[in-house]
């Protein structure tokens, strides 16, 4: 499609939209790159300018990565919720005396490994807390051990965030501490820890974490290495316009300098349980995003990153089927992954997480005009499903996925993997 055929076939909404975004639009259209500035005025446009504003990011996935919607079969195993930082945003984490504080031990680990392997999932994704009194080399330890085990499966962890702390106790370098990590099986990183990437904003919602300019620094030494990464934002609580354009900026430039980066995921910030939404101490936070930010983050995610992060990841965590399902017309073009367990969003109040089936991703995929794939964790197509009569995969035959593989709310309340058990043993040794 020519964009002069665009532009026939949305006169009526081009007819409408404020001068400044038609022209920052037209020159997404002939293929200019917008500035920081031009992202920060769409993200402000006004609520009529957002059909034309999400059309435009439609027409650029299409003419970039065509009508395939690609998801991955994964299992997320978040292996501790003990952390030694109280982020204002996270209500995951516990203190290391609380009831609630749970550590798996490396056998349990496995276990769910092996038990996502035997459902057909390719990929597990570990993150979890900063545990006090662990051993800083045991995130090497635990991908040697899942490697040795279930080695056909790829390991997407850990964040930036644990990689630094990883780092920090053992006294080696970041740079040393990835290459350990991508020797003992590491094959990408989550590009999480990332919220706002302002330091102005991090001071606010999570003091003594991680720097923007060692995010930044982390994320392209593990380029180097050859350990690709994905890329995320947090938003919907204290940021600008502006600070989410700044955040496009600096990813956009990382991937012209390393085109490490895998995809992009913008994940609204849910505050029903969030700590520092009860405490409000926070001036102007707010209750997350609204329906059209959403929108706008994945319409103007796909117009500024279109050329260097092509892949961009709708949310059905955060932000539920249905919205999801329309996050695909504002230039998304992956669904995520089936997760079978999802306890960091679970914890914080969202209402969905604990395992999307692949027959539900197809269907929610076929519904929106588009071809389902399932993919690798670095987007190489494994099966095109063009069809829709093809044999259900094992992940469809659960019947009862809580009773199957647990919730969290049921792990936190485990005696078996209580954290002062496990710290008590370890200030003993």
Same mark, same amino acid.
């Given at each position: 499609m020519t964009l002069a055929h665009l532009r026939n076939s949305l006169e009526s909404l081009l007819s409408a939209v404020t001068r400044s975004t038609g022209r920052i639009l037209d020159r997404a259209l002939a293929g200019e790159e917008i500035a920081i500035e031009e992202a920060a005025q769409l993200f402000d446009a006004p609520g009529?300018?957002?059909?034309?504003?999400?059309? #435009?990011?439609?027409?650029?996935?299409?003419?970039?990565?065509?009508?395939?919607?690609? %998801?991955? +079969?994964n299992r997320n195993i978040n292996f501790t919720n003990v952390c030694v930082k109280a982020c204002g945003f996270c209500a995951f984490s516990r203190g290391h005396l609380? =009831? =609630? /504080? %749970?550590? $798996?031990?490396? *056998?349990?680990v496995i276990r769910r490994a092996q038990e996502? &392997?035997?459902?057909?999932?390719? *990929?597990?994704c570990v993150q979890a807390g900063l545990a006090p009194g662990m051993d800083g080399w045991h995130y090497v330890k635990?991908? &040697?051990a899942m490697k040795e085990t279930v080695p056909e499966l790829h390991i997407h962890g850990f964040s930036p965030e644990e990689v630094l702390y990883g780092s920090t106790l053992t006294g080696v370098s970041v740079r040393d501490y990835l290459s350990a990590l991508k020797e003992a099986g590491v094959g990408s990183l989550p590009g999480t820890s990332a919220e706002i990437l302002v330091d102005e904003v991090r001071e606010k919602i999570s003091p003594g974490r991680i720097s923007t300019a060692a995010w930044v620094e982390l994320i392209q030494t593990a380029h180097e290495l050859g350990i690709p990464t994905t890329s995320t934002i947090m938003y919907g609580h204290v940021e600008s316009s502006y600070h989410k354009a700044v955040h496009l900026g600096i990813l956009r430039d990382i991937q012209k300098r390393t085109a490490g980066i895998t995809e992009f995921?913008? $994940?609204?910030? +849910? %505050?029903e349980e969030a700590p520092m939404f009860h405490r409000k101490r926070i001036p102007a936070l707010r209750a997350g995003a609204t329906g059209a930010e959403v929108m706008k983050m994945y319409a103007v995610s796909r117009?500024? $990153?279109?050329?260097?992060?092509?892949?961009l990841q709708v949310s059905w965590v955060k932000e539920g089927p249905k919205l999801s399902q329309i996050g695909l017309m504002a230039g998304a073009n992956d669904f995520g992954g089936t997760l079978i367990n999802e306890s960091i969003s679970t914890a914080a109040g969202a209402g969905h997480g604990q395992l999307m089936k692949p027959s539900q991703l197809r269907a929610l995929i076929r519904e929106m005009g588009r071809v389902p794939a399932e993919r690798s964790t670095t987007y190489k197509k494994l099966r095109v499903l063009d069809s829709e009569?093809?044999?259900?995969?094992?992940?469809? *035959? #659960?019947?009862?996925?809580? =009773?199957?593989? /647990?919730? %969290?709310?049921? $792990? +936190? &309340?485990l005696k078996d993997y209580r954290f002062r058990d496990f710290y008590q043993a370890r200030k003993k040794a």
């Open positions: 009529a300018d957002l059909p034309v504003i999400t059309a #435009v990011a439609d027409h650029l996935r299409k003419k970039t990565v065509g009508n395939v919607v690609t %998801y991955v +079969v609380a =009831e =609630e /504080g %749970y550590f $798996l031990p490396v *056998e349990e996502a &392997r035997d459902l057909g999932a390719t *990929e597990v635990l991908c &040697r995921v913008p $994940l609204s910030f +849910v %505050y117009i500024m $990153l279109n050329d260097w992060i092509p892949n009569e093809i044999p259900p995969d094992p992940l469809d *035959e #659960v019947e009862d996925p809580k =009773e199957r593989f /647990g919730s %969290y709310q049921e $792990l +936190v &309340r």
